[in-house]
């Protein structure tokens, strides 16, 4: 066995449900820094710092030879996502649990008013008294990634004396999409999130920079072909420049990070939605067709997410 699989087998040991690696080229990708230059609303202005670490991972950990990226899966179709909403009996003490900020109270009532049942993907919501993303009934994923990594460059560390590494979880200033297509992990969609073929997109994504050069794995290949399922599914159009993300319109944005008044244009359209947006996952077919195999075995490794 190479060290590369090496290194996959203990990101999977770990939980991850793929793992890839890509070399440390610099990104030249000016339509990415042009969409976040000028869609970025104020609060996400940080994004719009360290542009050359984004492009260049080596400016951001001068040692980087190559770059191990992992996805850790979420969501799978088998699971019951109206059942998971109304176990919640306490909202302000789930997302107490789960490390995250409750919503206005007045947006869980307006939501609440206005829901009144039919989801994007077909299924029947009818009883949910609101929506909440996928990705947030589980625990926070920095955390809990952050953990994974560490151990996960510790354990690297002893297959080869020359292998150190720093490693990063979405608050870090690198371009993980362009670096999971790169290795293989997925393709970035029209909804401008990583696909996986066999995984869908419900899933975490972290990596690590490596100090030692390794064999790249192949990129992945768009499979989006002219499925706009996602662009015509979202509400609010944030999706009009398809893979491109208008933040300015997203139900996410508005009610996940934003430090402002949610505008009436965007609360009309939030559809039940009181944190997060699943619309453009849901609509996916990609998310629709894992094996009964993949379904068992990302189950598995869900469940030290889930509250």
Same mark, same amino acid.
């Given at each position: ?142 955390? !809990?990634?952050?953990? =994974?990594?560490?151990?996960? @460059?510790?354990?690297?560390?002893? #297959?080869?004396? *020359? /292998?150190? %590494? ?88 508005? !009610?996940?990070?934003? =430090?402002?008044?949610?505008? @009436?244009?965007?609360?009309?359209? #939030?559809?039940? *939605? /009181?944190? %997060? ?31």
């Amino acid at each position: 066995m190479d060290i590369e699989e090496k290194i996959k087998n203990i990101a999977v040991k770990n939980g991850a449900s793929l793992a890839g690696i890509t070399d440390v080229l610099k990104s030249d990708d000016s339509i990415e820094i042009e969409a976040l230059l000028k869609n970025t609303p104020p609060d996400l202005n940080y994004l719009k710092s360290n542009i050359e670490k984004r492009l260049d991972i080596k400016k951001w950990y001068p040692d980087a030879k190559s770059v191990l990226l992992c996805a850790w899966q979420y969501w799978n179709s088998s699971m019951d996502y109206e059942s998971a909403i109304l176990k919640i009996k306490d909202y302000p003490l789930f997302f107490k649990q789960n490390s995250r900020k409750f919503p206005a109270s007045d947006l869980l009532k307006f939501c609440s008013s206005k829901q009144t049942g039919g989801s994007a993907s077909g299924g029947k919501a009818k009883n949910m008294p609101v929506k909440i993303s996928r990705f947030a009934l589980s625990r926070d994923y920095h955390k !809990t990634i952050k953990k =994974k990594l560490k151990t996960m @460059l510790k354990e690297l560390k002893t #297959l080869d004396d *020359n /292998i150190d %590494g720093r490693f990063f979880v979405d608050t870090s200033p690198v371009f993980e999409k362009k670096l999971s297509e790169r290795a293989g992990l997925g393709w970035q969609g029209k909804n401008s999130l990583i696909i996986n073929a066999e995984r869908g997109s419900y899933f975490f994504i972290g990596g690590i920079a490596l100090s030692v050069a390794l064999k790249s794995d192949k990129p992945a290949v768009n499979l989006c072909a002219d499925c706009d399922l996602c662009v015509k599914a979202c509400p609010t159009g944030a999706l009009d420049k398809p893979g491109i993300l208008d933040a300015n319109k997203c139900l996410s944005y508005w !009610t996940t990070q934003s =430090k402002s008044e949610i505008p @009436l244009s965007i609360k009309e359209k #939030l559809g039940g *939605n /009181i944190y %997060g947006c699943d619309i453009c996952q849901e609509v996916c077919p990609y998310n629709r067709q894992q094996t009964a195999g993949d379904r068992q075995q990302a189950k598995i490794k869900i469940s030290e997410f889930m509250v």
